[in-house]
């Protein structure tokens, strides 16, 4: 029967229809998903100052991750700028089975330790829409740049002694976004955004798919919520001889979001 209604909604012929005048919306989701990686903290990039690729999430205790998601866009024709953050604060507790080196800070085997991990990033970008029509169909096309700031923080305590290490670093991304409305209440909508590999800088991945469900208004005004599935990958190793390596990957993510045009 899906198939039935998207094969419809191709058939015949689709123009492209202009974007007009201004808008601008704001968008929030909740995200929630397994998430493995390690948190490598060398002091001054110097040798013998941490464990390789430790200590892992896994055994700090964090093996899922609660994430917020938002942002807002304002537009005009064919022109979308928008700005938007991703805010992912994990706590876990355990006890170490093996020793762990850290941030040139030792932590015996056995040690009970408790630890907070920041791996919040931000984003302001561009994106150019080209929309297509045919009868209520509407298929919009979003080519994406953006800047992005990754936020670490990451602290560690236990057995008397604590450590921690914080930084911010940058990089530009580019993606694509699409939504496919084939009629005026239902939409399903996929992203993907990658940042450009330059080393040294970190990697923030981003692919999500959705269905949305127009609650009230039109397309220039009204709430929609979603539903869908999501992935990311962050990974960042700097240039000191001894780098710091951070590398999570969350998913498959559940994703509940709700959007507000005006």
Known sequence: MLAAM????????????????????A????????????VQTPAGGHPGTTSDDRPTLKE?????????????????GAHDFYGGARVIELSGTSTLSQTLLT??????????????????????????????????ATLRLEPSIEAAIFD???????????????YLKGNVRL???????????????????????????PMILTAQASGGYR???????????????GYDLLDHKDLQTVPNHIHAEIGPQLLAGLAVNF
């Open 103 to 136: 941030h040139n800070v030792t932590f015996p085997a056995g040690t009970a330790v408790s630890s907070d991990v920041r791996l919040n990033w931000y984003r302001i970008g561009y994106a150019h829409r080209w929309l297509i029509r045919h009868d209520d």
């Open 175 to 201: 993606g694509f976004r699409t939504v496919w409305s084939p009629c005026a209440r239902f939409s399903l909508s996929g992203v993907v955004l990658e940042s450009v590999p330059i080393p040294g800088w």
């Open 215 to 229: 609650l009230w208004g039109t397309a220039a005004g009204g709430g929609v919520v979603s539903l869908g599935i």
């Open 6 to 25: 998207l094969l419809g909604g191709c058939a015949g012929y689709w123009t492209r229809e202009p974007e007009q005048g201004f808008r601008a919306s």
């Open 27 to 38: 968008d929030a989701a909740f995200l929630y998903g397994p998430i493995r990686g390690f």
């Open 60 to 76: 700090l205790g964090v093996e899922t991750a609660p994430m917020i998601d938002a942002s807002v866009t304002a537009g005009w």
């Open 152 to 166: 670490f923080d990451y602290s560690i305590a236990g057995g008397g002694q604590s450590t921690s290490r914080t």
